[in-house]
Structure formats: C-alpha cells, structure tokens
C-alpha cells in the first residue's frame, strides 16, 4: 500500500503523562460506595476525572467517597439509584447531565450474589442477581452510549467519543457450580460487552470487559476472612495471592484512559492466574 493510499488515522493516541490521564473527564461508577467500585471511584478521581458516585444503600459511605474524590481536586457527587430500574438509572444520568454536562467514562461495576444450590434457587433469587448484573449493565450502558452518539469526539479530551468498562468476573469463563445465577449474569455480560463494542465501534466508543479474580472486598469475605478459607482460596490462585481492589482500580483507569486507544471489545483479567486451570500445573 503506497502512503497516498493509507486511509486517514483520525485522532490517534498523544504521549499522556503518566499521572491525571483522565483530566476534564467526566466518570460515573455504578455501586461505588464498597469494594471494587469505591476503588475504581477514586482511582478515576485521582487521575482527574470528575466522579459520579453511584449507590443503592448507604448513604454515609457514599458521602465518604465523594469526600475523599473531592481531596484529589476534582468534582464528585453521590447519585442513589437502583441499577436494575430504568426509571432510577435514566434519573441518575440526567443528574450527571445537569451537574457535569456529559459523561466520557461508565464503568458498569455494580453487582451481587444470591447464591443456592440449583434445585433449591428460587425465582427471586435468579432475577435478582440478573436484573442488577445484567440488566443494570444494558441500562446504563445503553444511556451512556445515547450521550457519547449526541456528543461524537471532543479531541481536547479523549481521542474515543466515550468508554465503557463493564465489571465482570473469571465467571464469565469458569463455571461456578451453587452459584449459576452469578454465572450466567457474567456470561452474559461478556457477551453484551463484545457486541455493543462491534456495533459502536465505528463511532468511536471503545467498550472493554474486566474481570476480577477473588478480590478481598465485602462481596466474598467468607472466602478469605480465615486462615483456612484463605489457604483454601490459595488453591485456585497460582500467584499466591488475593487481589486488592487497587488492583482491579489501575485496569480501569488504563482502560478509560486514552493509553489503551486501541482497545476494543477486550476483556482485561485481573486474577492473579486464576484462569489458567490451576489444577494442571502438577497433574492432568
Ligand atoms: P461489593 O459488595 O463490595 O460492592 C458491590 C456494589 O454494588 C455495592 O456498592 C452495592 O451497593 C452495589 N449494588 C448492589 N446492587 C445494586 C443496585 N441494584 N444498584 C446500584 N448498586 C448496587 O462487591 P465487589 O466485590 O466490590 O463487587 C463489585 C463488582 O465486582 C461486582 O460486579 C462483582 O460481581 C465483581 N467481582 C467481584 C469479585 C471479587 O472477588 N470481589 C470478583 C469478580 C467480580
């Protein structure tokens, strides 16, 4: 291929100093005032964005979060709203609209458990865990996505017309035998992210996947809050060690930031080795 014939680039990735890469952007993180999402939250905040600091309950340490976002320089504001409710999740964005202006950044990272053996998982049960995991994903997505198609590219802020960061787990790929609603809620987010990052691609909105391994945070202690059960945990982990959510933290901001520029429909695994099959690094 001659130059004459090399199509336009359009905006490519400038050189971004290492700290502040997300400065004048405009982040909203789903099911931020615990675990991985508080950390994510001020992780954005730390690299400059401004932070929307979305939560269902609790309202004290949400208010915390958004104290502490706030001691990086930036904006934060706390948004309660239930993700799995259209009407509270298109209430939440034109909250963040009014306050901020736009979004550049959602990372979809709310999430539970309702865990039970099959024969005994109840209805409620199943929809639960799908209308938050999965359901609550395509609705802030869907009204992030609106925004990003309205606004296109602002090249003074990012090269991609916005980023979507949708939390997933190692169960979107390892099967979790007592725990198949969880399961398919990740199996479906995978899904979901690939396709929404094929369809909007072209327009520049790069959307990626991460999955955590075991992360200590309040959604899993049972797993790493003895001796025992840690040593247990150890098993599947061939780095040996838990994760922080710190570490699930920096993927997101390389993932937001224009450093992962060509970064599309990928999934980041965030697991210390947890799906490389543990299990047969001595035996099969
Ligand atoms: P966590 O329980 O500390 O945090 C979950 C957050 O989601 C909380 O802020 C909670 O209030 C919020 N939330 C729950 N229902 C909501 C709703 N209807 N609307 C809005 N917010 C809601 O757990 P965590 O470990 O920080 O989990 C965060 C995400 O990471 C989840 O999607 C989880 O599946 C995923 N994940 C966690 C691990 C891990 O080991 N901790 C591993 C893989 C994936």
Partial sequence: MTSASVPASGTTSPDLPAHRVLSGQKAL???ANSGIGMSVALALGA???????????GDDAANAVVDEIRRSGV????????????T???RMFATMLSEFGTIDILVNNAGLQRDAAFHDMTLTEWNTVMNVNLTGQFLCARAAIREFLRRGVVPQVSCAAGKIICMSSVHQQIPWGGHANYASSKGGIKLLMESLAQEVAPQRIRVNGVAPGA???PINTSAWDTKEAYARLMTLVP??????????ARAVVWLASDHSDYVVGTTL?????MTLYPGFATGG
């Fill in 239 to 248: 780095y040996g060690r838990i994760g922080e959510p710190q570490d699930v």
């Fill in 215 to 217: 992360i200590r945070t």
């Fill in 269 to 273: 695994y965030v697991d210390g080795g």
């Fill in 88 to 90: 509270d999740v298109e």
């Fill in 75 to 86: 904006r934060a504001i706390a948004v309660k709203a239930d993700v799995s409710s259209e």
């Fill in 29 to 31: 993180v789903t099911g």
């Fill in 47 to 57: 690299a400059g964005a401004d932070v929307v600091v979305n939560y269902v309950v």
